[in-house]
């Protein structure tokens, strides 16, 4: 069974663009979990999405959005972006009754310059 | 707010040693906590987790032990490998959303 994936792996963008990554959870996983890593705040929950519906969201401003298709494909997008998004996005899904054994992609890493 | 930390940013261990690795968590409320490790260039992968009443579980290898009256959790892994050398995080589970401390680096000396 094929893991996590996330496109692109590496991304390079300036102040003020916006980005959109994707996220394709383990086939059968309906939970997709979005985390931002970073060498001063760790790793911080960004939202958490079932079946299309965000359940969780966490202390982010308003230019970190995401959704989830009816395939359970996930997308975030971040607008306006500024030098302090640069950091590795991490795409997570488990399976429904498992949401602790959460399964991570290899991660998008996003520079701002 | 309420967080998850660990102890200690590091941890040499020779190998053939036992590796323990504390965390100390604020949160009382939560319904799971769990461990995750991360070598470089890969997202984390999940360990174990341990359920907020029990206080003790077993994997491969590794064991968690969860105090509640400190707030405190420990992984324990036996005979560490090099392989084991890794970023370690506890975290904690609560509405569908993980808390994570700031991880344990363990470097394992041949």
């Not at chain 2, 995750?36 to 579980?57: L, T």
């Not at chain 2, 420990?74 to 808390?99: H, M, R, W």
Request: proline share 4%; glycine share 10%.
């Amino acid at each position: 069974k094929a893991g996590v994936t996330q496109t692109p792996r590496y991304l390079i963008k300036t102040r003020g663009q916006q980005v959109t990554l994707s996220c394709s959870p383990i086939s059968g996983h309906r939970s997709v979990s979005w985390y931002q890593q970073t060498p001063g705040q760790g790793l911080q929950f960004l939202f958490e999405y079932f079946s299309e519906t965000q359940r969780n969201k966490g202390n982010f401003p308003g230019r970190f959005s995401g959704r989830q298709f009816s395939n359970s494909r996930s997308e975030m997008n971040v607008s306006t972006l500024e030098l302090g998004d640069s950091a590795l996005y991490l795409c997570a899904s488990s399976s429904p009754g498992s949401d602790n054994e959460q399964f991570f992609g290899p991660g998008t890493r996003l520079t701002v310059l | 707010g309420e967080s998850v930390g660990l102890h200690l940013p590091t941890l040499s261990v020779q190998e053939g040693d036992n590796s323990i690795i504390n965390c100390a968590y604020s949160n009382s409320a939560s319904d799971y906590f769990i461990w995750y490790k991360q070598e470089s260039g890969k997202g984390p992968q999940f360990i174990i987790d341990i359920r907020s009443n029990m206080d003790k579980r077993q994997g491969q290898r590794v064991t968690v032990l969860l105090n509640k009256t400190v707030k405190h959790l420990s992984l324990q892994i036996a005979a560490t490998q090099p392989g084991d050398s890794a970023v370690y995080f506890c975290a904690e589970s609560n509405d569908y959303k993980l808390s994570f401390g700031a991880g344990t680096t363990v470097t394992v000396r041949a």
